[in-house]
């Protein structure tokens, strides 16, 4: 846990926390542990966006937020900063200093629901495979139906399946 702790990233902490699942499990535990991690990474990458991306608004979308990457913004950032030195600003073509619209997402109020039940989702998720992988617990086939149940999980499963090699065929 020390060890654990000691690492900064989230991904690397992941990347720990698998490479110990693989030594000590077996399937159909490892096959389940794996499917969560993958849900977990997936969340992850949407949980780091909304924390460290940038938000913005424009009047031509009154019910959404946008999400500009942060490098998007400072490329506007750069420019601005470097045309503020020009004397020539005021006469200046502005349309250089609109941020790449491909590089900007928009997030609607549905999209915020969708991300935090996943992140209910995963939660509960997490929770089952700790109950499920205490060999002794006294539910621990409930705690394997209840995360076949839960609507993330299978995709999940499939993934680990299809990203593992193939068994070698018989001679």
Request: net charge negative.
């Amino acid at each position: 846990m020390a060890m654990l702790q000691s690492v900064r990233s989230t991904s690397a902490q992941m990347d720990m926390i698998l490479s110990a699942g693989k030594i000590k499990l077996m399937d159909p535990e490892l096959e389940m542990f794996e499917a969560v991690i993958r849900l977990a990474r997936f969340a992850a990458r949407k949980r780091n966006n909304v924390a460290h991306h940038i938000w913005a608004y424009c009047d031509e979308l009154p019910d959404a937020l946008l999400l500009v990457e942060p490098a998007a913004y400072l490329d506007i950032f750069v420019a601005v900063s470097e045309a503020n030195l020009d004397p020539r600003f005021e006469t200046l073509n502005k349309s250089r200093f609109e941020p790449d619209s491909s590089r900007i997402l928009v997030y609607r109020e549905t999209d915020f629901v969708e991300i935090v039940e996943e992140l209910k989702s995963i939660a509960r998720c997490t929770t089952f495979l700790i109950n499920y992988l205490h060999p002794e617990h006294p539910s621990r086939d409930q705690m394997y139906s209840l995360l076949w149940n839960e609507p993330l999980i299978e995709s999940a499963v499939k993934a680990v399946r299809k990203s593992r090699p193939s068994a070698p065929e018989p001679e």
